[in-house]
T-cell receptor, first 113, second 113 residues
Framework: ETGVTQTPRHLVMGMTNKKSLKCEQH?????MYWYKQSAKKPLELMFV???????ENNSVPSRFSPECPNSSHLFLHLHTLQPEDSALYLC????????????FGQGTRLTVV | GENVEQHPSTLSVQEGDSAVIKCTYS??????FPWYKQELGKRPQLIID?????GEKKDQRIAVTLNKTAKHFSLHITETQPEDSAVYFC????????????FGTGTRLTVIP
């Protein structure tokens, strides 16, 4: 295990539902990330948090809302999603946001119906 | 931001042969180039990385080369084994602000026993 844990592993939700993805890291890292992994597309960076502060929002629709209450926890709140949002959502952490190894969680497989 | 292109998208080799995966990047200021391996149903994990102050790095059967002038870098796997079968992602750091990683589209490597 890399020390980055995501829950739930699988999630099926309707387009009108509200749900949250959770990520937790026990590595003492200062930076945390959300990535979206879709079939045949590169890993897409969504959000970056450094020392609990959001430093990057990669033009993500407002139906995705991140929250970082502390350096160890990261949430992704989901509301009114579309079927095309179905993907694997990966959380990652690193010591700093620059040029250091990113450790990934197992991901949450999200299906929007 | 950075644009990373990766080729080929799929690669099949006989066990014992070598495999080469190539990536190009667009931002000449990028300075960190990791490679991640993602086995089926598992999280991406770092296998090797290289920084722009070196041209080549080797770790047992895995090597990475970097050509800063041409803005491309490659992953070389020698004496391939069935357990090398996975999807490999290259990435490059973005020097604008937070140095976040931008990933290629991945290469699905199959090693045929």
């Amino acid at each position: 295990e890399t020390g980055v844990t995501q829950t739930p592993r699988h999630l099926v939700m309707g387009m009108t539902n509200k749900k949250s993805l959770k990520c937790e890291q026990h590595l003492g890292h200062n930076a945390m990330y959300w990535y979206k992994q879709s079939a045949k597309k590169p890993l897409e960076l969504m959000f970056v948090y450094n020392f609990k502060e959001q430093t990057e929002n990669n033009s993500v629709p407002s139906r995705f809302s991140p929250e970082c209450p502390n350096s160890s926890h990261l949430f992704l709140h989901l509301h009114t999603l579309q079927p095309e949002d179905s993907a694997l959502y990966l959380c990652a952490s690193s010591q700093e946001t620059w040029a250091t190894e990113a450790f990934f969680g197992q991901g949450t497989r999200l299906t929007v119906v | 931001g950075e644009n990373v292109e990766q080729h080929p998208s799929t690669l099949s080799v006989q066990e014992g042969d070598s495999a080469v995966i190539k990536c190009t990047y667009s931002d000449s200021a990028s300075n960190y180039f990791p490679w991640y391996k993602q086995e089926l149903g598992k999280r991406p994990q770092l296998i090797i990385d290289i920084r722009s102050n070196v041209g080549e790095k080797k770790d047992q059967r895995i090597a990475v080369t970097l050509n800063k002038t041409a803005k491309h870098f490659s992953l070389h796997i020698t004496e391939t084994q069935p357990e090398d079968s996975a999807v490999y992602f290259c990435a490059a750091s973005d020097q604008t602000g937070a140095n976040n990683l931008f990933f290629g589209t991945g290469t699905r490597l199959t090693v045929i026993p």
